[in-house]
């Protein structure tokens, strides 16, 4: 099984800096990688589809990167609506989702 | 717009039988365009996908819930349905339905989710 590791479990940012959030794959997935982003009490929220292909009506200050093995969620000026659990997801054949990043706001 | 509602019991006992139901409104479950999905979360830990179908009855599920899913749809009712048998306190979780879209024979991650119900398996 292709098991997806997200590292550090949690993160603190300044409003208004850019966060890096690394995914990794145990083995070659292509592009077949998802972000969501997960607040409490609230519905997962599909980011970015095919590692870069922003989902329509996401803001353009997250973007996707990566293939293969090694992918990276970046936010752009962080704002306090940002806060969430951000969660990679492989998708190809049996999904396999990261344990996710906690982001909040220093 | 999609709406996705799950319903079904709150509460089940170990080693019986969760059943949930995923009603969809605002499209169809036999769309060629879309297939249909259960995920969930246990308390305090993160999502877990459970399986999928398409409105041609293909399915495909974690390998790590083996034998014990079964995923099916309704078209008549334009539902799709979870069930999950020998349940233990392990599968207490909030369970989510959603919708992915489907093209040239890919499954594209889910873009529209239910509100999640979370289901207890307690004595």
């Known amino acids: 099984d292709i098991q997806m590791t997200q590292s550090p479990s949690s993160l603190s940012a300044s409003v208004g800096d850019t966060v890096t959030i690394p995914c990794r794959a145990s083995?070659?997935?292509?592009?077949?990688l998802a972000w969501y982003q997960h607040k409490p009490g609230k519905v997962p929220r599909l980011l970015i589809y095919a590692a870069s292909t922003l989902q329509s009506g996401v803001p353009s200050r997250f973007r996707g990167s990566g293939s293969g093995t090694d992918f990276t969620l970046t936010i752009s000026s962080l704002q306090p609506e940002d806060v969430a659990t951000y969660y990679c997801?492989?998708?190809?054949?049996?999904?396999?989702f990261g344990q996710g990043t906690k982001v909040e706001i220093k | 717009q999609v709406q996705l509602q799950e319903s079904g019991p709150g509460l089940v006992k170990p080693s019986e039988t969760l059943s949930l139901t995923c009603t969809v409104s605002?499209?169809?479950?036999?769309?060629?365009?879309?297939?249909w999905s259960w995920i969930r979360q246990p308390p305090g830990k993160g999502l877990e996908w459970i399986g999928y179908?398409?409105?041609?009855?293909?399915?495909n599920h974690n390998p790590s819930l083996k034998s014990r899913v079964t995923i099916s749809v309704d078209t008549s009712k334009n539902q799709f349905s979870l069930k999950l048998s020998s349940v233990t306190a392990a599968d207490t979780a909030v369970y989510y339905c959603?919708?992915?879209?489907?093209?040239?024979?890919?499954?594209?991650?889910?873009?529209?989710w239910g509100q999640g119900t979370l289901v207890t398996v307690s004595s």
């Open positions: 605002g499209g169809s479950v036999s769309s060629g365009s879309y297939y």
């Open positions: 179908i398409y409105y041609s009855g293909s399915t």
């Open positions: 083995q070659g997935i292509s592009s077949y």
């Open positions: 959603a919708r992915g879209y489907y093209y040239d024979s890919s499954y594209y991650p889910p873009g529209d």
């Open positions: 997801q492989k998708y190809n054949s049996a999904w396999t």
